[in-house]
């Protein structure tokens, strides 16, 4: 993520009991190997991290990304490049209530980035989640 000077690597995480836990390295992002890969035409590429309230997270700032800023995540076939097309921040309850439509499979080829976001000096009370689409190159 160039906007937020961010490069990190990516491991194969994922979901026990219906949670997506991301690696305990903050500096790890973890890719949701259940869910779309990156490169493939269908399906939501799930990407989460940590926010770490004190800094040193790969994800401290994903909040602060902007429509229009990219994000690349390597893959053994090249670099797939994407644009953001929104953030939101939801409450947890939110997020839960949206998780089909956030994380649906169905979809068009996307990027999905996950993390917690609101910190209240106990705990997290919201998650930053940031959707990107592919870039297209001109054929």
Request: overall charge positive; proline content about 7%; some cysteine.
């Amino acid at each position: 993520m160039p906007a937020l000077g961010v490069h990190a690597p990516v491991i194969k995480i994922s979901a026990s009991a219906g949670v997506l836990v991301p690696p305990s390295d903050p500096q790890t992002l973890g890719w949701w190997s259940a869910g779309a890969r990156p490169g493939g035409r269908i399906g939501s590429v799930l990407i989460t991290g940590h926010t770490v309230s004190s800094g040193g997270g790969a994800f401290d700032d994903l909040a602060t990304l902007r429509a229009g800023d990219t994000v690349a995540v390597g893959t053994r076939k090249g670099l797939i490049r994407y644009a953001v097309s929104g953030v939101t921040v939801y409450g947890k309850a939110s997020l839960a209530r949206r998780a089909p439509e956030i994380f649906d499979q169905s979809v068009p080829s996307r990027l999905v980035l996950v993390t917690c976001d609101d910190w209240n000096g106990e705990r997290y009370l919201s998650n930053a989640v940031v959707v990107a689409d592919p870039i297209r190159r001109p054929r």
